[in-house]
């Protein structure tokens, strides 16, 4: 209840601010640079931003970078410089509807679509041939799981995935417990579109919260490309989780998926991994990544 009472309050903060007509606040230095250092690409007349570094002399290694609800690439950039010493060439976006790249409403948003913008992504920095580590998180973990049905189903324009490295994700609607927030505007009924329309500036746009239910009614799809891959799999989990709480999600992924490797962070991370601990994040991956 106190939950409820707290969410709500800070909802009066952009709702006010919207009624006022305040402005935006303007970019942090950090995310000016995270957003010069990007580029963008066309996808139906929409554009979406990404980033694409050069990285280790010597290696090969591509990795894609897909970050969750409801940030950006700019979650990665804690381990950014990192990657980039291990890696050849290190590729981070943001889906539609999020970050830097375009927000159209109305818009029928859909795991699907992120799915093909990250392979019309690849497409255009010419690798759709090569073999590529997708390293995810929380939303981006479904869009991962898509992306690993077309691959093997050898869907045409799939992409050639090396290896899956999931973390705090929903792949589990049982064990997914979404905030307050995200309940209330995907379930609001005639009070979503009113907060909808308010806090755009943090939710960016009316039907961008249906992956919750499209998890939920693909689950078998998602979880069954999980199941039975041959690519090799790992989490990352920071087990202080409240929308993938431990230990109950880590029981069922174990149950569900005993060829996975599993990286359990320190007891007080939570469910961004990535920029709560970004050494012990990296460190997990690059262990996972130099095991095949």
């Not at 970078?65 to 700019?74: C, D, I, K, N």
């Not at 913008?117 to 073999?131: D, Q």
């Not at 943090?202 to 039975?228: C, E, M, P, T």
């Not at 320190?266 to 601990?277: C, F, K, R, T, W």
Request: glycine share 6%; proline share 7%; with cysteine.
């Amino acid at each position: 209840m106190k939950e409820w009472w707290l969410q709500l309050g800070l909802l009066a903060v952009p709702l006010l601010a919207v009624y006022l007509h305040i402005p935006p606040p303007q970019l942090s230095p950090a995310l000016r640079s995270w957003k010069s250092s990007g580029s963008f690409f066309t996808y139906k007349d929409l554009n979406i931003f990404y980033r694409d570094s050069s990285g280790a002399v010597g290696s090969s290694d591509v990795v894609v970078l897909l970050h969750g609800f409801p940030t950006s690439s700019h979650d990665w950039s804690k381990i950014w410089e990192g990657l980039t010493q291990r890696f050849h060439r290190v590729i981070a976006l943001d889906f539609l509807g999020f970050g830097f790249s375009d927000k159209p409403r109305p818009h029928g948003y859909s795991i699907f679509e992120q799915a093909t913008i990250v392979e019309g992504l690849l497409r255009h920095l010419g690798l759709r041939h090569r073999r590529i580590n997708l390293l995810s998180h929380d939303y981006g973990d479904t869009v991962a799981q898509e992306l690993l049905h077309r691959y093997e189903h050898n869907r045409t324009g799939s992409i050639l995935i090396n290896s899956l490295c999931l973390s705090n994700g929903g792949i589990f609607p049982e064990t997914n417990h979404p905030r307050f927030i995200q309940k209330l505007l995907k379930d609001g009924g005639l009070l979503s579109p009113l907060l909808l329309r308010l806090i755009n500036f943090f939710f960016f746009s009316a039907g961008i919260l249906q992956y919750i239910n499209q998890r939920k009614k693909h689950r078998q799809r998602w979880l069954r490309a999980l199941i039975s891959t041959s690519v090799p799999l790992h989490l990352i989990y920071g087990p202080l989780d409240p929308v993938n709480p431990h230990p109950e999600f880590l029981q069922l992924y174990k149950k569900v998926l005993p060829m996975s490797t599993v990286s359990v962070l320190d007891a007080h991370i939570s469910h961004y991994p990535q920029l709560e601990d970004p050494l012990g994040f990296l460190n997990a991956y690059l262990s996972f990544i130099n095991s095949f």
